[in-house]
């Protein structure tokens, strides 16, 4: 079952607007082909970095689904990140 995990570095001043729009790829991407329950957010303990982790069915169900919720990520990156967003896409041993 591969693993997407996808860390964002907002601007603290954008942490919020962030969050936001972690919400609303959690809740539209519900329904996405091969997504395996939502996806989950988290923040770094000091709150500098925001994480979205993903499981899916297959790597070819991930390919398709990120592809999506990635666009929406860049957009903000350039609005409200200190850098843009690092993705990890891994595959179990």
């Known amino acids: 079952m591969p693993v997407a995990i996808a860390i964002h570095h907002p601007r603290p001043?954008?942490?919020?607007?962030?969050?936001?729009?972690?919400?609303?790829?959690?809740?539209?991407?519900?329904?996405?082909?091969?997504?395996?329950?939502?996806?989950?957010?988290?923040?770094?303990?000091?709150?500098?970095?925001?994480?979205?982790?993903?499981?899916?069915?297959?790597?070819?169900?991930?390919?398709?689904?990120i592809a999506g919720i990635k666009q929406q990520s860049q957009q903000a990156d350039h609005a409200w990140g200190r850098q843009p967003t690092d993705v990890l896409v891994l595959s179990e041993l």
Do not use: C, F, T
């Open 13 to 65: 001043e954008h942490r919020d607007e962030w969050l936001e729009i972690m919400r609303q790829a959690g809740q539209a991407s519900a329904n996405l082909p091969g997504l395996i329950g939502p996806i989950a957010g988290y923040r770094e303990a000091d709150g500098a970095r925001l994480v979205g982790v993903s499981h899916w069915e297959s790597m070819d169900a991930l390919r398709a689904g």
